[in-house]
């Protein structure tokens, strides 16, 4: 009997094309499904609570595909959510883990059930080049002025329009989103930075945390970020930070 499963599932995005299905191209949801679909004899469809970009990593992504779990190898029992987990991190890449597989209710959609998101960005500072770190942070090659970024990020709070920070020059829905918290925390040589919202854009992590660093440069003053908001411009934002330093934290439901 086929049943609706929710999978929480952290990966490394080095070396992938982001989470959503490409044709001839690595990606997350297609290792996901290249394992279910070999479970199950048939294809199955993994529904993600989002797309992450290329070089994105997450600790907490979740998605969910209904399947009908029974292992005929072993007399059609039906294999519980423990071995299913199992079952996709033993022919998951080292990369991919699945961390739990949970029944959920019919109606239950990852993207669309999602009520917020956590995102955190990591920039490193720090003298000595971060060797085991490297593949998860963005080096600056000068210490940004966190309280001048903390003060700009005041304004970035709220209910706005940000289309200014979305990377979809095309984008033809509504970019108005709620960012109820921004957070940047130093701790040593590593600068947090911490959004949680409802969704995000296209892009429109990286870009702000891109405009927020130019600000702790000196670049762009925090009393300009309404200016931008107001804008709805990108242009007038500052660069798409690298997508290492990107990691999807928690899905809200």
Same mark, same amino acid.
């Given at each position: 009997?086929?049943?609706?499963?929710?999978?929480t599932i952290c990966y490394d995005g080095?070396?992938?094309?982001?989470?959503?299905?490409?044709?001839?191209?690595?990606?997350?949801?297609?290792?996901?499904?290249?394992?279910?679909?070999?479970?199950?004899?048939?294809?199955?469809?993994?529904?993600?609570?989002?797309?992450?970009?290329?070089?994105?990593?997450?600790?907490?992504?979740?998605?969910?595909?209904?399947?009908?779990?029974?292992?005929?190898?072993?007399?059609?029992?039906?294999?519980?959510?423990?071995?299913?987990?199992?079952?996709?991190?033993?022919?998951?890449?080292?990369?991919?883990?699945?961390?739990?597989?949970?029944?959920?209710?019919?109606?239950?959609?990852?993207?669309?059930?999602?009520?917020?998101?956590?995102?955190?960005?990591?920039?490193?500072?720090?003298?000595?080049?971060?060797?085991?770190?490297r593949k998860y942070v963005t080096v600056?090659?000068?210490?940004?002025?966190?309280?001048?970024?903390?003060?700009?990020?005041?304004?970035?709070?709220?209910?706005?329009?940000?289309?200014?920070?979305?990377?979809?020059?095309?984008?033809?829905?509504?970019?108005?989103?709620?960012?109820?918290?921004?957070?940047?925390?130093?701790?040593?040589?590593?600068?947090?930075?911490?959004?949680?919202?409802?969704?995000? +854009?296209?892009?429109?992590?990286?870009?702000?945390?891109?405009?927020? +660093?130019?600000?702790?440069?000196?670049?762009?003053?925090?009393?300009?970020?309404?200016?931008? +908001?107001?804008?709805?411009?990108?242009?007038?934002?500052?660069?798409?930070?690298?997508?290492?330093?990107?990691? +999807?934290?928690?899905?809200?439901?």
């Open positions: 009997m086929k049943k609706n499963y929710k999978m080095s070396r992938y094309y982001g989470w959503e299905h490409q044709p001839d191209r690595d990606t997350i949801q297609g290792k996901l499904e290249n394992v279910l679909t070999r479970m199950c004899g048939e294809f199955i469809d993994v529904l993600g609570a989002g797309r992450t970009d290329a070089g994105v990593h997450a600790r907490g992504m979740v998605a969910n595909a209904v399947f009908d779990a029974t292992d005929k190898e072993r007399g059609g029992r039906e294999r519980t959510p423990d071995e299913i987990r199992d079952y996709m991190n033993r022919y998951l890449p080292d990369d991919i883990a699945v961390k739990e597989v949970r029944e959920a209710s019919e109606r239950f959609h990852a993207r669309y059930k999602a009520v917020g998101k956590l995102y955190r960005y990591t920039c490193y500072d720090g003298l000595v080049k971060p060797v085991f770190q600056l090659e000068k210490r940004p002025d966190v309280e001048k970024m903390q003060q700009a990020a005041a304004y970035l709070e709220g209910k706005h329009d940000y289309k200014s920070f979305c990377g979809n020059p095309r984008m033809k829905k509504s970019t108005v989103r709620v960012v109820d918290k921004i957070e940047i925390t130093r701790k040593g040589s590593f600068i947090y930075f911490d959004f949680h919202g409802t969704g995000f +854009l296209q892009n429109m992590v990286r870009i702000l945390v891109g405009t927020l +660093l130019e600000v702790g440069k000196g670049k762009i003053r925090p009393e300009q970020i309404p200016e931008i +908001l107001e804008a709805k411009n990108r242009q007038m934002a500052g660069p798409t930070a690298p997508a290492q330093g990107l990691c +999807l934290i928690k899905v809200d439901y």
